[in-house]
């Protein structure tokens, strides 16, 4: 079993590093700084586990580096990734993944032998692993499978949210390196009606008295202000910047609103250039721009939630980075994921929603006060209502959440998901195996406090796969060994949700007999995710509406699926009852299909988010899922032999979600940081492939497109270059199996396959 390293880094402020204790001893003469870029040079594989949009812009961020320094760097995020992953020959590659990405990766590693070349696995955000979803649970399964089946990749985690950290420590075999270092003073405050108090840990008299605000409100201002924002926030904007943390979505939009109701007509005089480019840069990359922002954007405040494309929340977040905008009005997603520190932070509610906050959330959202660089102290304002000064109190000086374990989340299915997985990578075979491979996750470690029976979790996810058909019990020398069976190894090389893996098997066979592939709608219902049905709430009359703007081939396709027009036109009439009622499930994945099918079209997000009623956010994020979604169908589908067919349909199907876009405009989508405008752009001023891109001068690139900053056209240029060094890359090992292993670079047979592909693109 591998004894790797964890650290426990935050990213921001207070650090701490869970080093490898028996690594450390025995390679201190060969390595004896613990420096993340050395780490990145010196081993062979690098793997940064974090969310999707954070894995997009370090990507980015990433490739000059890559092409300065002489590494590779591979997404894994969306449907983006190679299974199994791509060998480099002559130079290290950094992966750099979501967590679930990441998962299918380590599995795939172990599958072919290949795990121990992976040298360094860095978790950003370690504390996820309690998040309580699947999120958490994948992280925990797949640090468990890197500690059991690699023998010298190092783990190093990162987290600045942790109480616990015993418990990570010895579940990961790890020593801690720990620091309250933070090149910004921050000073903790809280409001209770007018008066201000600072915050002071080590005092008996926990909330100090500082001042009161001083505003001139009129009464009206005080009716639709009663929290003080306005005058919070005038003490620091225009000079300084400020985010204010509220409670919900609908809550950001009206708080900016609110600022910019009462803000002085002369703050649409600072930097009005830049604000107005910043409003013809969200009109040229989104498609249009909602009137909230239209109104606020002037006076260089906007809001940032998930209803934001990612688009919208990118140039937002450039724009407050830049100092083009002041204020964001924001939900607590901002203050875990994307770095923009403010001077000023109001916390406007003790509550997300109806849920109290928790201490590590009020810390990660105090973390975003104070600029290194900008601002010599930082300050945040918790604003409590008289009645919830004690939960204030509690919030501000209480203990850091624990961190625990995610396996046994909706009824222990981490633990069927585990068992699954180690069984397919024929880790274990027996009971006796799979509860000691269980004894060595976080779970066990914790499993007293949450009175879990190990044993009997493993036996339950057994019947479980057992009554699937994932996995067979067998006989051998009277003991009992359990294997996947073909469809359970589907299952896993997909990484299909056990729960939804017989529905997905029973809807493509039943495809299979009537598959209408005159159009993608039959194939693009297939791959609708799941799990988006619960969140999806039909309006019968735009549902009745999309039906009839389906051509006559996609109206059979309807009819196929099960949906007809009939029973859409009862629904929309208010007629519930019906002699025949279509499936619920049904019907849901097909209103979303509908949606999907728009997208693929080139239709933009906001023209379909208008025509269904939903967030943009939502639909965006469910074309991403759906693209990784038709991914694991891919590979799910070449492990079952009687979906052969779907292979080669689905993996072009896979493309055309991926980019929605025509197919000359593809080869520049392939660029990271290049949207569906953005390459428009580019082909426009005669741009038209990859290598035109590599060989181009970046400042050609800004006088020939327009809102083209110097810093993306480099991106874009460096990106273009290492996916151009990828593709030759491949094609020299293509070349070395040809030639029979030969790995000389200046083999004459190769050098000349070489020139041949350089000149069949040019």
């Known amino acids: 079993m591998a004894t790797g390293v964890s650290p426990v880094i935050p990213i921001d402020s207070t650090k701490s590093y869970l080093l490898p204790s028996n690594q450390r001893r025995q390679n201190t003469g060969r390595r004896n700084t613990y420096f ?39 997404e894994y995020a969306g449907s983006k990734g190679a299974f199994p992953p791509k060998i480099h020959r002559l130079r290290q590659t950094l992966y750099i993944a979501t967590i679930e990405k990441a998962h299918t990766l380590v599995n795939s590693m172990i599958e072919n032998c290949k ?9 950003d955000e370690l504390h996820m692993i309690g998040e309580g979803g ?7 399964l797949t640090l468990s499978k890197l500690k059991y089946s690699s023998q010298s990749t190092r783990i190093v985690g990162m987290s600045a949210t942790l109480s616990n950290v015993e418990h990570l420590t010895t579940f990961l075999n790890a020593e801690l390196f720990s620091s309250n270092f933070r090149p910004v003073e921050l000073t903790e405050y809280v409001k209770v009606e007018d008066n201000i108090f600072k915050v002071n840990e080590h005092e008996d008299n926990l909330l100090q008295p500082s001042r009161k605000v001083d505003f001139n409100y009129n009464s009206k201002m005080k009716l639709q202000d009663p929290d003080n924002l306005i005058g919070l926030v005038s003490e620091v904007l225009p000079k300084h910047s400020c985010l204010i943390f509220c409670p919900t979505k609908r809550n950001c939009q009206a708080v900016a609103e609110l600022i910019v109701r009462n803000m002085p007509a002369l703050m649409k005089e600072v930097k009005s250039a830049e604000r107005y480019e910043l409003v013809e840069k969200l009109v040229l990359d989104t498609g249009s721009i909602c009137p909230t922002l239209s109104t606020t954007l002037p006076f260089g405040v906007a809001y940032h939630h998930s209803g934001l494309t990612a688009d919208e929340r990118k140039l937002i977040e450039e724009g407050f980075l830049s100092g083009t905008l002041c204020l964001l009005a924001c939900t607590s997603t ?9 001077k000023r932070v109001i916390i406007r509610s003790l509550y997300i929603g109806d849920q109290l906050l928790s201490r590590s959330q009020y810390k990660q959202m105090c973390g975003r006060a104070g600029r290194a660089g900008f601002d010599s102290t930082g300050e945040s304002i918790l604003i409590a209502q008289k009645n919830d000064v004690f939960k204030a109190k509690e919030l501000v000086s209480g203990e850091m959440d624990s961190c625990y374990s995610s396996l046994m989340y909706d009824g222990g299915r981490g633990v069927t998901s585990l068992t699954l997985n180690v069984i397919a990578l024929q880790l274990t075979s027996t009971m006796p195996a ?14 007293e406090r949450n009175e ?3 044993a009997e979790a493993s036996c339950t996810s057994l019947d479980e796969l057992i009554s699937k058909g994932l996995v067979i019990r067998t006989t051998s020398e009277e003991i009992c060994c359990f294997k996947p069976t073909d469809f359970g190894r589907a299952v896993f090389k997909g990484a299909i949700d056990v729960r939804w893996c017989v529905r997905l098997y029973d809807d493509l066979k039943a495809a299979t007999k009537n598959l209408a592939v005159c159009n993608w709608l039959h194939l693009l219902f297939l791959v609708t995710p799941y799990d988006y049905v619960s969140q999806v709430n039909i309006d019968w009359t735009i549902y009745l509406h999309q039906f009839h703007l389906l051509s006559t081939d996609e109206v059979h396709v309807a009819r196929l699926i099960g949906v007809s027009e009939s029973y859409l036109t009862r629904k929309a009439s208010g007629i519930s009852k019906s002699k025949h009622t279509p499936n619920d499930l049904i019907l849901k994945r097909f209103y979303l299909t509908l949606m999907l099918r ?5 239709a933009s997000v906001w023209h379909v988010a208008n025509m269904f009623a939903v967030s943009r956010g939502f639909l965006q994020q469910m074309l991403s899922t759906t693209a990784s979604f038709c991914s694991c169908v891919v590979h799910f589908c070449k492990e079952v032999e009687e979906l052969w067919a779907f292979d080669p349909l689905l993996s072009c199907l896979q493309r055309a979600i991926q980019f929605c876009c025509k197919k000359d405009l593809i080869p520049l989508m392939e660029v990271p940081g290049v949207k569906l405008s953005r390459a428009r752009q580019l082909l426009q001023a005669g741009y038209k492939s990859l290598q035109g891109l590599a060989r181009a001068n970046p400042e050609d690139i800004v006088k020939n497109v327009k809102h083209m900053s110097r810093k993306l056209a480099n991106q874009i240029v460096s990106s273009a270059k290492l996916l151009i060094r990828d593709k030759a890359e491949e094609l020299r090992n293509e070349a070395n199996e040809l030639l029979g292993g030969t790995t000389s670079p200046s083999n004459p047979i190769y050098d000349d396959l070489l020139q041949q592909w350089k000149d069949s693109n040019k």
């Open 36 to 74: 993340l870029p050395t780490f990145v040079l010196q081993e062979k594989r690098y793997f940064n586990f974090t969310l999707c949009f954070i894995v997009q812009e370090k990507f980015r961020m990433l490739t000059p580096f890559a092409l300065e320094l002489g590494f590779y760097t591979e």
């Open 115 to 123: 795990i121990d070349t992976l040298g360094l696995v860095v978790v």
């Open 134 to 140: 699947s999120r958490g649970s994948s992280l925990e």
């Open 334 to 342: 901002l203050a875990a994921g994307v770095n923009l520190p403010a």
């Open 434 to 447: 799979l509860v000691e491979f269980m004894n060595h996750t976080l779970i066990a470690l914790q499993s």
């Open 452 to 454: 879990v029976d190990l």
């Open 598 to 602: 728009h997208l693929i079209k080139e």
